[in-house]
């Protein structure tokens, strides 16, 4: 079973307010994502990484930015929420290229 | 571009067998994959299928893939309550670690 975490499970903030998602794992995978998916819909990538200072821009624009400063560990952080920020945020990881992605159980944001 | 399409909601009777079906455009998938997402939760892997594979089974999972077509299917034996949830239908490509995903089936059982 993939260790995948990430914190808060649930977060509802006010508009204006700097939002760190935390997404950490513990297999040492080098390929990790963030999807936002809204309620029972299709998953959009936002950011991936590829390894220890690697950082790319997914399908989907996001005013989000993350870093990868350490093999385990890549938050995503949101300098100043927005309603239209509101979503489910899905982290996950991968080993090889044979290998699938393994998520966690995600984080609900509400943006008041 | 690259689409994989599903549709959005199957409906079966609990005891029944769940086809739920997915079709993807681009013929250089090398591994299709199927996940399972309870409300309000993450995705949980289900199972994969290689592209050289025609079928994998897995306890009461059972996973065609008809290439011709670029059809994959994921059949559920003996569907119970605990199944419902949204299926995911995901591809990838190549040596491209990032997958391409479909919108997600709901999976309803009436009892």
């Known amino acids: 079973e993939a260790d995948i975490y990430q914190t808060p499970r649930y977060l509802v903030i006010g508009t204006g307010k700097k939002i760190t998602l935390e997404c950490s794992q513990t297999m040492g995978h080098d390929k990790m994502y963030w999807y936002q998916q809204d309620p029972g819909m299709e998953l959009h990538l936002i950011h991936y990484?590829?390894?220890?200072?690697?950082?790319e821009k997914g399908d989907l624009s996001s005013e989000s930015t993350v870093s990868r400063i350490r093999t385990e560990h890549f938050p995503l952080t949101l300098e100043s929420a927005r309603p239209s920020h509101t979503s489910q945020y899905l982290c996950?990881?991968?080993?090889?290229?044979?290998?699938?992605?393994?998520f966690g159980d995600g984080t609900r944001l509400s943006i008041l | 571009g690259e689409d994989v399409e599903q549709s959005l909601f199957l409906s079966v009777r609990e005891g029944d067998s769940s086809v739920i079906n997915c079709t993807y455009t681009d013929s250089s998938s090398t591994y299709l994959y199927w996940y399972k997402q309870e409300p309000g939760a993450g995705l949980q892997l289900l199972t994969y299928?290689?592209?050289n594979m025609d079928m994998k089974q897995d306890q009461r999972l059972t996973v065609l893939l008809n290439k011709k077509d670029k059809h994959l299917s994921l059949r559920i034996a003996d569907t119970q309550t605990g199944d419902s949830a949204i299926y995911f239908c995901a591809e990838r490509m190549g040596s491209n670690y990032q997958l391409i995903w479909g919108a997600g089936t709901k999976l309803i059982i009436k009892p």
């Open positions: 299928i290689f592209s």
């Open positions: 990484s590829y390894g220890v200072n690697s950082t």
């Open positions: 996950a990881s991968s080993e090889g290229s044979n290998q699938p992605q393994h």
